[in-house]
C-alpha cells in the first residue's frame, strides 16, 4: 500500500504542474471607460437599497465589460469608474457595443448624494464626469 501512495505522490508531482507557457492566454489591461446613460432615481429614502442602472459603450471587440468598476467616497460625493477588460496582442473588430452596469447602493446617509460618473478625457486629457445629485427624501430612521 504504501508503495502505491508513493508511487501516486511521484506520478503528481511529476505530471501534476506543468510549466508550459505556451498556452492560449493572451494579455490583457484594465482601463477606464466612459458612462453614456445613468438611471437614478428623483431622491433616496434613508435605509432603503437602491441599483444604480446605466450604461457604457465598448469601442471595439476587444472591450469586455464584466460589471466591474472602481468606486470612491469623497465625503457625499460618490465617483464611479467603470472598468473594461481590454484584450492586448489580439486582432479587433471595429464594432463598438453597448453595455450594461448594475451599482448596488444602500443609502446610510441623510444628506443629497452626488454621483460623477466618468465619461472619458477632454482634449486637454482632464477627466470628465457626469455629475448627478439625489436628494434623500425620508430621513427617519426606524428604531430597532
Sequence with gaps: MKYLIALFLVAFLAFGCDDDDDNNDHEYHL???GVKTVNLPDSFTYG???KITGTIELPNSCYYYYNQYD???EGTTRIIYPLAHVDD???CTTN???ANFV???HVLQEETYTFKFYQGLDDQGEEMFLVID???GDV???NN
Design 48 to 50: 432603503e437599497i437602491y
Design 103 to 105: 451599482i448596488p447602493l
Design 134 to 136: 439625489v436628494p434623500v
Design 31 to 33: 482601463e477606464n471607460i
Design 140 to 142: 427617519t430612521v426606524p
Design 89 to 91: 496582442g489580439v486582432s
Design 96 to 98: 463598438t457595443s453597448v
Design 71 to 73: 468606486y470612491f467616497y
